[in-house]
């Protein structure tokens, strides 16, 4: 068999064994059963208008935007910036930086959590809207800096130093050029913290009061206590959306090498 056969089939089962858990748990949220039960036993949308008409599950999804909405915006200028400085040639300090930056990726979330939950905690900030935004934005910014830094590496730097010597200040520079080249990437960064922080579970435990629970925890906080289809309702929402934004990246990206020329 040729290598890129197996290579192609290779690729498709892994394809495959990542996407057939999603596609099951999808025909279930439009089931009019009370339980998550094969075969469906009939259709209904009876559990997205839980969704809408519950207060718990209500006020998930309106703290899941409203938090995740800050920590895009708020990881994606700390990334972004992290990224410049990480750009400058540092020798050893770029290395440490570099390290330090991507931490949060593989410290545990228990770790974490409960070393947010005691700064947060010292700070004023327990059970509030800000500490959850700080909490996720700590995990988000890795995944931006990962994304922009990729940008910004394949930025040729004569289209810069072109532009300052036509006598453009460096943030007319940024600005003008470099922002407009490395915009894939920082789109792409805010998908991925925006993702990240409706993900996520642990530290919103941790950090989240009573009136800061999101669509996540409160997800999790049903599969404990009632398993209800109501889960698989928000799934598709998160799946839907999930692949909706990624789409509109993916189309920006495409079109990023026209305008840039």
């Given at each position: 068999m040729p290598v890129k056969t197996v290579q192609a089939l290779f690729a498709a089962l892994m394809v495959a064994f990542l996407i057939i858990p999603l596609i099951v748990i999808l025909p279930l949220a439009f089931t009019n059963s009370a339980?998550?039960?094969y075969p469906v036993p009939g259709w209904s949308m009876r559990w997205f208008r839980e969704l809408v008409e519950n207060d718990a599950?209500?006020?998930a999804i309106v703290n899941s935007l409203i938090i995740g909405g800050g920590t895009t915006v708020l990881a994606t200028v700390l990334g972004t910036l992290a990224s410049l400085g990480l750009r400058q040639r540092l020798p050893y300090i770029g290395a440490v930086l570099r390290t330090l930056f991507m931490l949060p990726m593989v410290v545990p979330a228990v770790v974490l959590g409960i070393g947010m939950q005691i700064l947060l905690a010292h700070l004023g900030l327990a059970n509030t809207y800000a500490a959850v935004i700080i909490a996720?934005?700590?995990?988000?910014?890795p995944f931006v800096i990962i994304s922009v830094a990729g940008a910004l590496a394949g930025i040729d730097k004569r289209v810069e130093l072109a532009?300052?010597?036509l006598g453009a200040s460096p943030a007319t520079v940024f600005r003008r050029v470099t922002l407009p080249l490395a915009m894939p990437g920082v789109l792409s960064g805010a998908v991925l913290a925006f993702a990240t922080s409706l993900?996520?579970?642990?530290l919103t435990i941790f950090v989240a009061g009573p009136n800061q629970r999101t669509l996540a925890r409160q997800m999790f906080s049903t599969i404990r206590e009632n398993i209800s289809p109501a889960?698989?309702?928000?799934?598709?929402?998160f799946i839907v959306g999930t692949v909706v934004i990624g789409a509109l990246v993916l189309a920006v990206r495409s079109r990023a090498p026209k305008a840039a020329a």
């Open positions: 339980l998550l039960v599950w209500r006020r996720h934005t700590v995990i988000a910014v532009a300052a010597s993900d996520e579970v642990v889960i698989a309702s928000s799934a598709f929402l």
